[in-house]
């Protein structure tokens, strides 16, 4: 804004409500669980509920939780992890208007089925590809494949 010869930057504060979905998560774990693995992420908790079906089977709930959360920033946003553990259970985290992350490679920009990073046949590491390759294969690597 321009007064005069004075010029002023006016800034909204960042108040930004996103959803936040994780995909595939067993009906068994609790909202409460849920509640206690996202406030990790540096946001204040709106709502955590699981989706469900539309009516009339409004009863019936998905495999799909969704957590409402309010930022104070892009960057409390970029804590949001790309996927969590809850009781042992690996599930994916997407985040609204985040991008594509792979979890192959665990970069952005892309998904898994179109991941061309490339994949070490002996110790199964991402990011080389070496006929002699010295690394000792690992389970973690093996079970990552």
Known sequence: ?????????IHKPYREVKLIRLIDIPTSIS???VRESASKWSGTMVSVECE???RPYSSIKTFVGRILMKFASPNDEEKVPISI???GITIPVL??????????CKLSGHIKSECTVLKCRECMEIGHHDPV??????YVNVAEA
Do not use: G, H
Not at 1 to 9: I, P, S
Not at 95 to 104: G, H, I, N, P, S
């Open 31 to 33: 909202d409460d669980e």
């Open 133 to 138: 390759c010295t690394k000792q294969r690992s």
């Open 85 to 87: 553990k809850i009781s």
């Open 52 to 54: 469900k079906l539309p």
């Open 95 to 104: 985040l609204e208007r985040r991008l594509k992350v792979c979890y192959r």
């Open 1 to 9: 804004m321009k007064v005069n010869d004075q010029t002023f930057a």
